[in-house]
Protein backbone atom coordinates (compact mmCIF):
# COMPACT_ATOMS: atom_id res chain seq x y z
CA UNK A 1 0.00 0.00 0.00
CA UNK A 2 1.68 3.42 -0.90
CA UNK A 3 2.44 5.55 2.01
CA UNK A 4 4.65 8.32 1.07
CA UNK A 5 3.23 12.00 0.53
CA UNK A 6 5.85 13.06 -1.42
CA UNK A 7 9.25 11.59 -3.62
CA UNK A 8 12.19 13.70 -3.53
CA UNK A 9 14.80 12.53 -6.36
CA UNK A 10 18.45 13.40 -5.74
CA UNK A 11 20.18 13.41 -2.77
CA UNK A 12 22.63 16.19 -3.00
CA UNK A 13 23.06 18.81 -0.53
CA UNK A 14 19.84 20.66 -1.12
CA UNK A 15 17.46 17.11 -1.54
CA UNK A 16 18.89 15.34 1.55
CA UNK A 17 17.78 18.68 3.70
CA UNK A 18 14.49 18.97 2.16
CA UNK A 19 13.63 15.52 2.84
CA UNK A 20 14.68 15.40 6.27
CA UNK A 21 12.33 18.65 6.83
CA UNK A 22 9.68 16.99 5.44
CA UNK A 23 9.91 14.22 7.45
CA UNK A 24 9.84 16.52 10.88
CA UNK A 25 6.97 18.28 9.47
CA UNK A 26 5.34 14.82 9.33
CA UNK A 27 5.13 13.92 5.82
CA UNK A 28 6.48 10.70 4.59
CA UNK A 29 8.98 11.26 1.93
CA UNK A 30 10.22 8.39 -0.56
CA UNK A 31 13.99 8.77 -1.57
CA UNK A 32 15.61 8.07 -5.03
CA UNK A 33 18.93 8.82 -6.74
CA UNK A 34 20.15 7.61 -10.03
CA UNK A 35 23.44 6.46 -8.26
CA UNK A 36 21.25 4.08 -6.24
CA UNK A 37 24.30 3.46 -3.43
CA UNK A 38 23.31 6.84 -2.52
CA UNK A 39 20.04 5.64 -1.35
CA UNK A 40 21.29 3.30 0.89
CA UNK A 41 23.88 5.12 2.43
CA UNK A 42 21.30 8.08 3.32
CA UNK A 43 19.08 5.85 4.81
CA UNK A 44 21.53 4.19 6.95
CA UNK A 45 22.69 7.31 7.80
CA UNK A 46 21.38 10.54 8.77
CA UNK A 47 17.63 9.00 7.63
CA UNK A 48 17.91 5.85 9.89
CA UNK A 49 14.89 5.37 11.84
CA UNK A 50 12.67 8.42 10.07
CA UNK A 51 9.86 7.79 7.42
CA UNK A 52 12.00 7.90 4.89
CA UNK A 53 11.64 5.31 2.07
CA UNK A 54 14.46 4.40 0.25
CA UNK A 55 14.02 3.82 -3.49
CA UNK A 56 16.38 1.46 -6.22
CA UNK A 57 14.17 2.29 -8.76
CA UNK A 58 11.45 4.72 -11.01
CA UNK A 59 8.91 1.99 -10.26
CA UNK A 60 9.67 1.04 -6.35
CA UNK A 61 9.43 5.12 -6.04
CA UNK A 62 5.96 5.46 -7.83
CA UNK A 63 4.82 2.50 -6.04
CA UNK A 64 5.26 4.14 -2.98
CA UNK A 65 3.39 7.44 -3.93
CA UNK A 66 -0.27 8.30 -2.80
CA UNK A 67 -2.50 9.92 -5.10
CA UNK A 68 -1.85 12.40 -7.09
CA UNK A 69 1.80 11.42 -6.83
CA UNK A 70 4.23 14.47 -6.27
CA UNK A 71 7.40 13.85 -7.62
CA UNK A 72 10.07 16.92 -6.41
CA UNK A 73 13.03 16.55 -9.03
CA UNK A 74 16.50 17.76 -6.93
CA UNK A 75 19.49 17.36 -9.97
CA UNK A 76 21.75 19.91 -11.20
CA UNK A 77 19.53 22.11 -13.83
CA UNK A 78 19.43 21.56 -17.67
CA UNK A 79 19.72 18.21 -19.36
CA UNK A 80 19.33 15.99 -16.17
CA UNK A 81 15.89 17.46 -15.93
CA UNK A 82 14.76 16.68 -18.85
CA UNK A 83 16.36 13.35 -18.43
CA UNK A 84 14.53 12.45 -15.55
CA UNK A 85 11.04 13.75 -16.86
CA UNK A 86 11.17 11.55 -20.06
CA UNK A 87 12.12 8.88 -17.62
CA UNK A 88 9.40 8.86 -15.32
CA UNK A 89 6.54 9.78 -16.90
CA UNK A 90 5.86 6.47 -18.56
CA UNK A 91 4.68 5.56 -14.83
CA UNK A 92 3.22 8.25 -13.59
CA UNK A 93 -1.21 8.80 -13.85
CA UNK A 94 -2.93 11.93 -15.49
CA UNK A 95 -3.48 14.36 -12.59
CA UNK A 96 0.26 13.34 -11.14
CA UNK A 97 2.62 16.02 -10.73
CA UNK A 98 5.88 16.63 -11.13
CA UNK A 99 7.98 19.58 -9.28
CA UNK A 100 11.42 21.15 -10.67
CA UNK A 101 13.00 22.10 -7.37
CA UNK A 102 16.22 23.50 -8.64
CA UNK A 103 18.17 26.95 -10.15
CA UNK A 104 16.62 26.38 -13.52
CA UNK A 105 16.06 28.81 -16.23
CA UNK A 106 12.65 29.77 -16.60
CA UNK A 107 11.90 29.36 -20.03
CA UNK A 108 13.09 25.65 -19.62
CA UNK A 109 10.08 25.68 -16.80
CA UNK A 110 7.87 27.29 -19.84
CA UNK A 111 8.46 24.84 -22.20
CA UNK A 112 8.17 21.67 -19.55
CA UNK A 113 4.94 22.84 -17.73
CA UNK A 114 3.53 22.73 -21.49
CA UNK A 115 5.06 19.18 -22.39
CA UNK A 116 4.00 17.61 -19.29
CA UNK A 117 0.43 19.58 -18.91
CA UNK A 118 -0.13 18.03 -22.57
CA UNK A 119 1.09 14.60 -21.32
CA UNK A 120 -2.04 15.02 -18.71
CA UNK A 121 0.20 15.75 -15.86
CA UNK A 122 0.86 18.69 -13.81
CA UNK A 123 3.93 20.71 -13.51
CA UNK A 124 5.62 22.84 -10.84
CA UNK A 125 8.77 24.50 -11.18
CA UNK A 126 9.66 26.37 -7.78
CA UNK A 127 12.54 28.54 -6.43
CA UNK A 128 14.28 27.26 -3.49
CA UNK A 129 16.35 29.71 -1.44
CA UNK A 130 18.23 29.67 1.70
CA UNK A 131 21.15 26.96 0.60
CA UNK A 132 21.57 23.91 3.32
CA UNK A 133 20.47 25.50 6.35
CA UNK A 134 17.45 27.03 5.32
CA UNK A 135 16.12 23.59 2.84
CA UNK A 136 16.55 21.85 6.66
CA UNK A 137 15.08 24.49 8.84
CA UNK A 138 12.49 26.47 6.72
CA UNK A 139 13.61 28.15 2.68
CA UNK A 140 11.84 30.55 1.19
CA UNK A 141 9.89 28.56 -1.87
CA UNK A 142 8.43 30.41 -4.79
CA UNK A 143 6.31 27.87 -6.85
CA UNK A 144 4.99 28.16 -10.31
CA UNK A 145 3.43 26.42 -13.09
CA UNK A 146 0.10 24.63 -13.25
CA UNK A 147 -2.07 26.48 -10.88
CA UNK A 148 -4.08 22.88 -10.38
CA UNK A 149 -0.93 21.59 -8.72
CA UNK A 150 -0.96 24.09 -6.13
CA UNK A 151 -3.72 22.66 -3.93
CA UNK A 152 -1.55 18.95 -3.45
CA UNK A 153 1.68 20.61 -2.54
CA UNK A 154 0.56 23.43 -0.74
CA UNK A 155 0.13 21.86 2.54
CA UNK A 156 3.51 20.73 2.32
CA UNK A 157 5.00 24.10 0.98
CA UNK A 158 3.90 26.23 3.16
CA UNK A 159 4.60 23.40 6.54
CA UNK A 160 8.18 23.37 5.52
CA UNK A 161 9.24 26.96 4.72
CA UNK A 162 10.58 29.50 6.90
CA UNK A 163 7.68 31.36 8.54
CA UNK A 164 7.97 35.50 9.55
CA UNK A 165 7.66 36.37 13.28
CA UNK A 166 3.79 36.49 12.53
CA UNK A 167 3.92 32.98 11.82
CA UNK A 168 3.18 33.86 7.39
CA UNK A 169 4.78 31.36 5.32
CA UNK A 170 7.38 32.39 3.14
CA UNK A 171 6.01 30.34 0.54
CA UNK A 172 2.67 31.45 -1.71
CA UNK A 173 1.38 30.51 -5.56
CA UNK A 174 3.93 33.25 -7.56
CA UNK A 175 1.65 32.44 -11.30
CA UNK A 176 1.89 30.31 -14.13
CA UNK A 177 4.08 28.22 -16.36
CA UNK A 178 7.71 29.84 -15.12
CA UNK A 179 6.61 32.55 -12.90
CA UNK A 180 7.97 31.21 -9.85
CA UNK A 181 11.53 30.33 -11.67
CA UNK A 182 11.49 33.47 -12.88
CA UNK A 183 11.15 35.38 -9.66
CA UNK A 184 13.94 32.70 -7.55
CA UNK A 185 16.16 34.02 -10.89
CA UNK A 186 15.52 38.05 -9.80
CA UNK A 187 16.15 37.25 -6.12
CA UNK A 188 19.02 35.53 -6.83
CA UNK A 189 19.99 39.01 -8.85
CA UNK A 190 19.04 41.02 -5.99
CA UNK A 191 21.73 38.97 -4.29
CA UNK A 192 24.19 39.67 -6.34
CA UNK A 193 23.45 43.20 -5.74
CA UNK A 194 23.46 42.77 -1.98
CA UNK A 195 26.79 41.37 -1.59
CA UNK A 196 28.39 43.45 -4.31
CA UNK A 197 27.03 46.10 -2.51
CA UNK A 198 28.41 45.44 1.03
CA UNK A 199 31.73 44.21 -0.66
CA UNK A 200 32.32 47.92 -1.91
CA UNK A 201 31.29 49.45 1.28
CA UNK A 202 33.90 47.04 2.80
CA UNK A 203 36.62 47.88 0.50
CA UNK A 204 36.00 51.45 0.94
CA UNK A 205 36.40 50.95 4.71
CA UNK A 206 39.38 49.04 4.71
CA UNK A 207 41.14 50.57 1.63
CA UNK A 208 39.88 54.26 1.76
CA UNK A 209 39.52 54.41 5.31
CA UNK A 210 41.93 51.82 6.80
CA UNK A 211 39.85 49.84 9.16
CA UNK A 212 40.50 47.00 10.80
CA UNK A 213 38.80 43.58 10.42
CA UNK A 214 37.50 43.70 14.00
CA UNK A 215 36.15 47.47 13.40
CA UNK A 216 34.08 46.28 10.88
CA UNK A 217 33.11 43.34 12.38
CA UNK A 218 32.01 46.09 15.71
CA UNK A 219 30.66 48.48 12.48
CA UNK A 220 28.31 45.27 10.68
CA UNK A 221 27.20 44.48 14.22
CA UNK A 222 25.72 48.11 14.32
CA UNK A 223 24.62 47.87 11.22
CA UNK A 224 22.55 44.69 12.04
CA UNK A 225 20.59 46.13 14.75
CA UNK A 226 19.14 48.84 12.18
CA UNK A 227 17.36 48.83 9.04
CA UNK A 228 20.06 46.89 7.14
CA UNK A 229 18.99 44.09 9.34
CA UNK A 230 19.53 41.13 7.17
CA UNK A 231 21.62 37.99 6.62
CA UNK A 232 24.03 38.98 4.18
CA UNK A 233 24.80 41.78 6.77
CA UNK A 234 24.52 39.52 9.42
CA UNK A 235 27.19 37.18 7.51
CA UNK A 236 29.52 39.80 6.83
CA UNK A 237 29.55 40.36 10.52
CA UNK A 238 30.74 36.78 11.32
CA UNK A 239 33.19 36.80 8.50
CA UNK A 240 35.17 39.93 9.49
CA UNK A 241 35.21 38.89 13.07
CA UNK A 242 36.40 35.22 12.18
CA UNK A 243 39.88 33.65 13.06
CA UNK A 244 41.46 30.41 12.38
CA UNK A 245 43.20 28.35 14.95
CA UNK A 246 46.50 30.09 14.07
CA UNK A 247 44.79 33.19 14.83
CA UNK A 248 44.87 34.95 11.49
CA UNK A 249 41.80 36.79 9.59
CA UNK A 250 40.13 34.06 7.21
CA UNK A 251 39.14 37.02 5.18
CA UNK A 252 42.54 38.90 4.21
CA UNK A 253 43.40 34.77 3.20
CA UNK A 254 40.94 34.23 0.35
CA UNK A 255 41.77 34.86 -3.03
CA UNK A 256 39.89 37.82 -4.61
CA UNK A 257 38.31 36.03 -7.49
CA UNK A 258 34.50 35.38 -7.43
CA UNK A 259 32.65 32.32 -8.85
CA UNK A 260 29.24 32.46 -9.96
CA UNK A 261 26.55 30.24 -11.17
CA UNK A 262 24.76 31.98 -13.89
CA UNK A 263 21.50 32.90 -12.52
CA UNK A 264 22.65 36.94 -12.02
CA UNK A 265 23.82 36.96 -15.84
CA UNK A 266 20.17 35.34 -16.16
CA UNK A 267 18.46 38.18 -14.68
CA UNK A 268 20.91 41.09 -16.26
CA UNK A 269 19.67 38.88 -19.93
CA UNK A 270 15.96 39.06 -19.13
CA UNK A 271 16.57 42.74 -17.97
CA UNK A 272 18.20 43.18 -22.33
CA UNK A 273 15.37 41.32 -23.87
CA UNK A 274 12.70 43.54 -21.62
CA UNK A 275 14.25 46.42 -22.32
CA UNK A 276 14.66 47.31 -18.14
CA UNK A 277 17.42 49.60 -17.18
CA UNK A 278 18.68 46.49 -14.62
CA UNK A 279 22.02 48.45 -14.09
CA UNK A 280 22.92 47.96 -10.15
CA UNK A 281 22.74 44.19 -10.96
CA UNK A 282 24.18 44.03 -13.97
CA UNK A 283 27.38 45.82 -12.77
CA UNK A 284 27.36 43.51 -9.35
CA UNK A 285 27.48 40.54 -12.13
CA UNK A 286 30.31 42.74 -14.45
CA UNK A 287 32.09 42.88 -11.08
CA UNK A 288 32.22 39.32 -10.81
CA UNK A 289 33.52 38.96 -14.24
CA UNK A 290 36.29 41.48 -13.32
CA UNK A 291 37.44 40.01 -9.69
CA UNK A 292 37.98 36.99 -11.94
CA UNK A 293 40.53 38.13 -14.31
CA UNK A 294 42.87 38.21 -11.05
CA UNK A 295 46.11 37.51 -13.48
CA UNK A 296 45.69 40.22 -15.53
CA UNK A 297 44.84 43.15 -12.62
CA UNK A 298 47.87 42.29 -10.75
CA UNK A 299 49.86 42.69 -14.15
CA UNK A 300 47.63 46.31 -14.55
CA UNK A 301 48.72 47.30 -11.07
CA UNK A 302 51.65 47.61 -11.90
CA UNK A 303 51.58 49.62 -14.98
CA UNK A 304 48.34 52.23 -14.65
CA UNK A 305 48.48 54.60 -12.23
CA UNK A 306 46.00 56.19 -10.00
CA UNK A 307 45.08 58.55 -6.93
CA UNK A 308 47.12 58.15 -4.13
CA UNK A 309 45.24 60.38 -1.82
CA UNK A 310 44.76 59.13 1.75
CA UNK A 311 41.11 60.29 3.22
CA UNK A 312 41.58 62.74 5.42
CA UNK A 313 37.96 63.21 6.56
CA UNK A 314 36.20 62.33 9.60
CA UNK A 315 36.13 58.34 9.52
CA UNK A 316 33.17 58.15 11.79
CA UNK A 317 31.17 60.23 9.37
CA UNK A 318 32.10 58.75 6.45
CA UNK A 319 31.35 55.23 8.08
CA UNK A 320 27.78 56.65 9.05
CA UNK A 321 27.73 57.77 4.75
CA UNK A 322 28.27 54.05 3.90
CA UNK A 323 25.88 53.25 5.84
CA UNK A 324 23.05 55.56 4.39
CA UNK A 325 24.86 55.19 0.99
CA UNK A 326 24.15 51.63 1.09
CA UNK A 327 21.01 51.23 2.25
CA UNK A 328 19.75 53.77 -0.61
CA UNK A 329 21.43 51.83 -3.16
CA UNK A 330 19.84 48.27 -2.00
CA UNK A 331 16.24 50.69 -2.32
CA UNK A 332 16.88 51.27 -6.09
CA UNK A 333 18.26 47.70 -6.07
CA UNK A 334 14.90 46.31 -5.52
CA UNK A 335 13.14 48.75 -7.31
CA UNK A 336 14.64 47.86 -10.22
CA UNK A 337 14.45 44.25 -9.71
CA UNK A 338 10.51 44.91 -9.13
CA UNK A 339 10.29 46.81 -12.13
CA UNK A 340 11.53 43.82 -14.11
CA UNK A 341 9.25 41.60 -12.59
CA UNK A 342 6.50 43.85 -13.12
CA UNK A 343 8.03 43.74 -17.47
CA UNK A 344 8.09 40.53 -17.21
CA UNK A 345 4.39 39.49 -15.92
CA UNK A 346 3.03 41.48 -18.49
CA UNK A 347 5.32 39.95 -20.93
CA UNK A 348 4.48 36.32 -20.20
CA UNK A 349 1.06 36.84 -18.68
CA UNK A 350 1.58 36.08 -15.46
CA UNK A 351 -0.19 37.09 -12.37
CA UNK A 352 2.34 38.24 -9.63
CA UNK A 353 1.89 38.96 -6.29
CA UNK A 354 4.20 41.56 -5.46
CA UNK A 355 3.79 42.15 -2.25
CA UNK A 356 3.02 38.05 -1.41
CA UNK A 357 6.95 38.10 -3.54
CA UNK A 358 7.79 40.41 -0.63
CA UNK A 359 6.68 37.87 2.25
CA UNK A 360 8.16 34.87 0.57
CA UNK A 361 11.64 36.71 0.81
CA UNK A 362 11.07 37.74 4.77
CA UNK A 363 12.56 34.52 5.70
CA UNK A 364 14.28 31.74 4.77
CA UNK A 365 16.07 32.52 1.55
CA UNK A 366 19.46 34.29 1.22
CA UNK A 367 18.20 38.21 1.17
CA UNK A 368 15.65 37.80 3.94
CA UNK A 369 15.77 41.31 5.61
CA UNK A 370 13.34 43.09 7.41
CA UNK A 371 13.70 45.78 4.26
CA UNK A 372 11.25 43.38 3.28
CA UNK A 373 8.61 44.01 5.01
CA UNK A 374 8.39 47.89 4.02
CA UNK A 375 8.13 46.42 0.44
CA UNK A 376 5.03 44.48 1.14
CA UNK A 377 3.66 47.53 2.93
CA UNK A 378 3.83 49.72 -0.71
CA UNK A 379 2.47 46.83 -2.37
CA UNK A 380 -0.18 46.56 -0.35
CA UNK A 381 -1.38 50.09 0.10
CA UNK A 382 -0.89 50.43 -3.78
CA UNK A 383 -0.30 46.79 -6.05
CA UNK A 384 0.27 48.89 -9.21
CA UNK A 385 2.97 50.70 -8.17
CA UNK A 386 5.02 51.58 -10.62
CA UNK A 387 8.69 51.67 -8.88
CA UNK A 388 9.21 51.33 -5.04
CA UNK A 389 10.97 54.76 -5.37
CA UNK A 390 7.96 56.34 -5.49
CA UNK A 391 6.17 55.31 -2.73
CA UNK A 392 6.20 57.85 0.23
CA UNK A 393 8.63 55.55 2.72
CA UNK A 394 10.98 54.83 0.28
CA UNK A 395 10.79 57.85 -1.31
CA UNK A 396 11.79 59.97 2.25
CA UNK A 397 14.32 57.25 2.87
CA UNK A 398 16.28 57.84 -0.27
CA UNK A 399 15.93 61.81 0.01
CA UNK A 400 16.93 61.32 3.83
CA UNK A 401 19.83 59.65 2.22
CA UNK A 402 21.08 61.16 -0.65
CA UNK A 403 23.61 63.64 0.54
CA UNK A 404 25.39 60.94 2.21
CA UNK A 405 25.08 58.60 -0.87
CA UNK A 406 26.83 61.27 -2.91
CA UNK A 407 29.84 62.03 -0.22
CA UNK A 408 30.59 58.53 -0.47
CA UNK A 409 30.64 58.64 -4.37
CA UNK A 410 32.60 61.74 -4.28
CA UNK A 411 35.18 60.27 -1.97
CA UNK A 412 35.27 56.81 -3.53
CA UNK A 413 36.49 58.53 -6.97
CA UNK A 414 38.56 60.84 -5.57
CA UNK A 415 40.42 58.05 -3.96
CA UNK A 416 40.51 55.28 -6.50
CA UNK A 417 38.11 53.06 -4.62
CA UNK A 418 35.93 50.95 -7.68
CA UNK A 419 32.01 51.29 -6.42
CA UNK A 420 30.25 50.23 -9.30
CA UNK A 421 27.33 49.33 -8.29
CA UNK A 422 26.63 51.82 -5.43
CA UNK A 423 27.83 54.51 -7.94
CA UNK A 424 25.48 52.98 -10.85
CA UNK A 425 22.74 53.22 -8.30
CA UNK A 426 22.99 57.03 -7.85
CA UNK A 427 23.60 57.25 -11.71
CA UNK A 428 19.99 55.58 -11.79
CA UNK A 429 18.41 57.37 -9.37
CA UNK A 430 19.21 60.80 -10.84
CA UNK A 431 18.25 59.68 -14.59
CA UNK A 432 14.93 58.27 -13.09
CA UNK A 433 14.02 61.19 -11.57
CA UNK A 434 15.34 63.67 -14.71
CA UNK A 435 12.64 65.26 -16.53
CA UNK A 436 14.67 65.49 -19.80
CA UNK A 437 17.75 63.19 -20.62
CA UNK A 438 20.13 63.20 -23.46
CA UNK A 439 18.56 60.42 -25.83
CA UNK A 440 16.60 63.51 -27.80
CA UNK A 441 20.37 64.19 -29.34
CA UNK A 442 20.78 60.29 -29.43
CA UNK A 443 17.83 60.08 -31.42
CA UNK A 444 19.18 62.84 -34.15
CA UNK A 445 21.92 60.72 -34.21
CA UNK A 446 20.35 57.56 -35.27
CA UNK A 447 18.03 59.66 -37.59
CA UNK A 448 21.22 61.25 -39.31
CA UNK A 449 23.37 57.85 -39.84
CA UNK A 450 20.32 55.68 -40.17
CA UNK A 451 17.05 57.44 -40.97
CA UNK A 452 15.72 56.30 -38.22
CA UNK A 453 13.14 58.57 -37.62
CA UNK A 454 12.28 60.36 -34.19
CA UNK A 455 9.22 61.76 -32.33
CA UNK A 456 9.01 65.51 -31.76
CA UNK A 457 8.17 66.95 -28.34
CA UNK A 458 5.10 69.36 -29.80
CA UNK A 459 3.61 66.63 -31.63
CA UNK A 460 2.06 63.83 -30.15
CA UNK A 461 3.32 60.35 -29.44
CA UNK A 462 3.43 57.91 -31.95
CA UNK A 463 4.20 60.18 -35.13
CA UNK A 464 7.73 60.15 -36.43
CA UNK A 465 9.61 62.15 -38.58
CA UNK A 466 13.00 62.12 -40.38
CA UNK A 467 15.36 65.25 -41.20
CA UNK A 468 17.54 65.26 -44.30
CA UNK A 469 20.31 66.34 -41.82
CA UNK A 470 22.82 66.37 -44.89
CA UNK A 471 20.79 67.76 -47.95
CA UNK A 472 22.09 64.64 -49.61
CA UNK A 473 19.95 61.57 -47.97
CA UNK A 474 16.40 62.44 -49.43
CA UNK A 475 13.48 61.87 -47.28
CA UNK A 476 13.19 58.13 -47.53
CA UNK A 477 13.14 56.74 -43.20
CA UNK A 478 13.78 53.41 -42.17
CA UNK A 479 10.63 51.56 -41.88
CA UNK A 480 11.12 50.22 -38.32
CA UNK A 481 11.20 51.89 -35.45
CA UNK A 482 12.26 50.41 -31.94
CA UNK A 483 12.39 52.49 -28.86
Not at 254 to 277: E, F, H, N, S, Y
Request: net charge neutral; aromatic share 8%.
Amino acid sequence: MATADIAVVGLAVMGENLILNMESKGFTVACYNRTVSKVDDFIAGRAKGKNILGCHSVEDMVANLKTPRKVMIMVKAGKPVDDFIEQVLPHLENGDILIDGGNSHFPDTIRRTQYVENKGKLYIGTGVSGGEEGALLGPSIMPGGSPAAWPHVKPIFQKISAHTNAGEPCCDWVGENGAGHFVKMVHNGIEYGDMQMICETYQMMKQGLGLSNDRMHAVFKEWNEGELDSYLIEITRDILGYKDDDGKEVVDLILDAAGQKGTGKWTVVAALDTGMPLTLIGEAVFARCLSAIKEERVAASKVLSGPKKAFDGDKKQMVDDLRQALYASKIVSYAQGYQLMRTAAKEYNWNLNNGGIALMWRGGCIIRSVFLGKIKEAFDKNPHLSNLLLDPFFKNAVEKAQAAWRRVVVAAVNMGVPMPAISSALAYYDGYRAERLPANLLQAQRDYFGAHTYERVDRPRGQFFHTNWTGRGGTTAASTYAV
